[in-house]
């Protein structure tokens, strides 16, 4: 069956660094790779998406140009390298495969979740 373990969330200053992993175990991570999150009342929202090789990769308007998708195959885990975090970035952070033939912010297509990682920014 496989499921995907999310790593790497933890409290933080405005403007500092983090670094998400999300590792697959029992299954060869070549899927589309979806990132998202959840701040407590509001619904979860799509962060970012990488394609199966990489190649691809797509951003929220709230993140773009601050967060960065990436994925090493022979770790079977893909990343997410968060810069210049904003209280707003606050939240559960969720990584999520999709067999659709291509890449969403949306939750629907996603059917394999992690059990996400809390990321909290805050002075």
């Known amino acids: 069956q496989g499921h995907l373990v999310e790593t790497g969330g933890g409290l933080v200053q405005p403007g500092d660094s983090l670094r998400l992993s999300c590792v697959a175990s029992?299954?060869?991570?070549?899927?589309?790779v979806g990132w998202f999150r959840q701040a407590p009342g509001k619904e979860r929202e799509g962060v970012s998406c990488?394609?199966?090789?990489?190649?691809?990769?797509t951003y929220a308007d709230s993140v773009e140009g601050r967060f960065t998708a990436s994925r090493d195959g022979a770790k079977n885990t893909v990343y997410l390298h968060m810069d210049n975090l904003k209280p707003e970035d606050t939240g559960t952070y969720y990584c999520?495969?999709?067999?659709?033939?291509?890449?969403?912010?949306?939750?629907?297509?996603?059917?394999?979740w992690g059990q996400g990682t809390q990321v909290t920014v805050s002075s």
């Open positions: 999520a495969t999709t067999g659709k033939p291509y890449c969403s912010l949306d939750v629907q297509p996603y059917d394999r």
């Open positions: 029992g299954f060869d991570l070549y899927h589309r």
């Open positions: 990488i394609s199966g090789d990489g190649h691809f990769t």
